[in-house]
Each structure stands twice: as structure tokens, then as C-alpha cells.
């Protein structure tokens, strides 16, 4: 054989990792509820008191009966389940100078926390009727002199509806954002502190995120809200290192188990927009 038809086969130590999205829906959420949770199929019974009746008191008349007070309970079911399981041969882990398990396990814990970030966007289906500014049939088309403003319109609804000012938050797809950055309005006081996290905006966190809901025909669900509108539970439910029976390889297998639960509709609102 000729030296020239001789090609090695050299393996890196660095180990080539993939471009990830934002993270961020997890930051939108609470997680009061996280403890009492033992594995799938478990609920957790959320109980709401409903409002005290406000009275004029007449000092002949008397405060009459006391009210009896609403009480309202609602349901978090850990009803979904996802597992990895990946594995990496002997052989291979010889010849690469890399930890590939190591590496592998962060791409899992990545790919489950993606799942989870995308099943907590979903929830923009729970948000109370009339909380929403254009809709599938009549989307909005923003601009950069009119982004900011939706942004402020937003939090208008929430207003209305009595949201607490603190904890208020907005998800934004990559096109929007692009906006926003065009207003002087919003960069005189942007910065980036956290994963996602861009800048507020009338009392709203204004995250950034790829993975803002997009139905068909590009229409993109913008949420903002409140962090009590949505309680969230999960758990890493098992993560195993085994021995593959057939391979000469080292395998390791994860499960995470987790639900949601939209406890305030009323804390959400929905602006649904179409890129120009």
C-alpha cells in the first residue's frame, strides 16, 4: 500500500457541542407545587378561595348571616413522561480523548429542558377570552414604531385585569425582538442579565425566545402575563448507568416526568403577530 492511500484517523479532545436555543418559559412559571409531587400520574389538588362580599354597614340592620365563602379547586396531573437513552462504545471511548458520556448527558438534560420549555409555551390555548390582541384570522403586523407599543398594550390588559405588577413577564420570537431594537424607546434601557432575559417594558421581563409558539402561516402567540398564572412540576424521575447485554459499550438511561397546570387565565394575555 502507498504511503499516499495511508490516511490517519485522528480524534479531537474537544468535544463539538451544538448550538442551543433560550431557555426561557421556565422562568415564567411557578413552581409552588413542585414538592407534593411522588411520580407520573400523580395530581396535586390546587384549592382558590373565591372573593369576600364587601358590605355597607347599617347599625339598626346589622351585619346579617356571614358569608359563605367559594372555594375552587383545580388539578396538576404530572401527565407527561420523557426519557434518553444513549450509549457509547467502548471502542469509541478509547480512541476519542473526550468524556463522551459526560457530553452526552448535558445534550440529554438540554433536549429534556427544550421539551419542557416548549410544552410550557403551549399554554397560550388557557388564556381567558378577550385577553387577546389579534388572532389567527386578523393577526397583527408589527413594525419597529409599533412593537413597543403592542408590548405596552399587553400589559393594558393586564392591568384590567387586576394582575399584580411585580412578576410580569413577555416571550418574544427573534423577528420581534429585531423590532423592539430599532426603538429608542426600549434601547435606552435594554440589557441582558439572564438566559433570554433582553429588557423590560411597562413592568414586563421581555424575554427572547425561539421557541414562541407558531401556528400556521408564521403566526406567532406572544404571552405575556404573570408568574402565578401557571404552576408547573417536574421531577427527574430516575437516570441509570447500565452495561448494554449485546454491546461492549456503556449506556446511560434518563427519565423526567412533569405537568402544568393554568391556575389565573386571567393573568395571561395573547398578542398573535405575523412578521411582515
Not at 362580599?53 to 407527561?80: R, V
Not at 399554554?123 to 412593537?147: Q, R, W
Not at 409558539?213 to 412540576?233: E, L
Not at 456503556?250 to 386571567?266: R, T
Request: hydrophobic letters at 40%.
Amino acid at each position: 500500500m502507498s504511503v499516499q492511500n495511508f490516511i490517519p484517523t485522528i480524534w479531537s479532545a474537544r468535544l463539538n457541542e451544538s448550538f442551543k436555543k433560550n431557555l426561557v418559559y421556565g422562568n415564567v412559571v411557578n413552581t409552588d407545587y413542585e414538592g407534593e409531587i411522588k411520580g407520573q400520574g400523580s395530581t396535586v389538588k390546587i384549592n382558590s378561595i373565591g372573593a369576600v362580599t364587601i358590605g355597607t354597614y347599617d347599625k339598626a340592620a346589622g351585619i346579617g348571616n356571614p358569608q359563605e365563602l367559594d372555594s375552587a379547586q383545580k388539578t396538576l396531573t404530572i401527565d407527561q413522561a420523557k426519557f434518553y437513552n444513549f450509549t457509547v462504545d467502548d471502542v469509541d471511548a478509547a480512541q476519542a480523548n473526550v468524556d463522551l458520556l459526560s457530553g452526552g448527558i448535558v445534550e440529554a438534560s438540554y433536549g429534556l429542558a427544550n421539551v419542557v420549555d416548549q410544552y410550557i409555551a403551549g399554554f397560550y390555548t388557557e388564556v381567558k377570552a378577550g385577553n387577546t390582541i389579534g388572532n389567527d384570522t386578523t393577526p397583527i403586523v408589527p413594525t419597529s414604531a409599533t412593537a413597543y407599543d403592542l408590548l405596552v398594550d399587553l400589559g393594558v390588559v393586564l392591568d384590567e385585569n387586576d394582575v399584580p405588577e411585580g412578576d410580569r413577564f413577555v416571550v418574544v420570537p427573534a423577528f420581534f425582538y429585531g423590532l423592539l431594537v430599532k426603538d429608542p424607546r426600549y434601547t435606552k434601557d435594554a440589557n441582558v442579565m439572564r438566559t433570554g432575559f433582553v429588557g423590560s417594558i411597562d413592568n414586563m421581563s421581555v424575554y427572547k425566545s425561539n421557541n414562541v409558539p407558531n401556528t400556521t402561516g408564521a403566526k406567532y402567540k406572544i404571552i405575556a402575563g404573570h408568574k402565578s398564572a401557571i404552576s408547573f412540576a417536574g421531577q427527574v424521575d430516575s437516570v441509570e448507568a447500565y452495561r448494554p447485554e449485546k454491546q461492549f459499550s456503556d449506556a446511560i438511561k434518563g427519565l423526567q416526568v412533569y405537568g402544568a397546570k393554568c391556575i389565573k387565565p386571567e393573568s395571561l394575555a395573547v398578542l398573535t403577530a405575523n412578521k411582515s
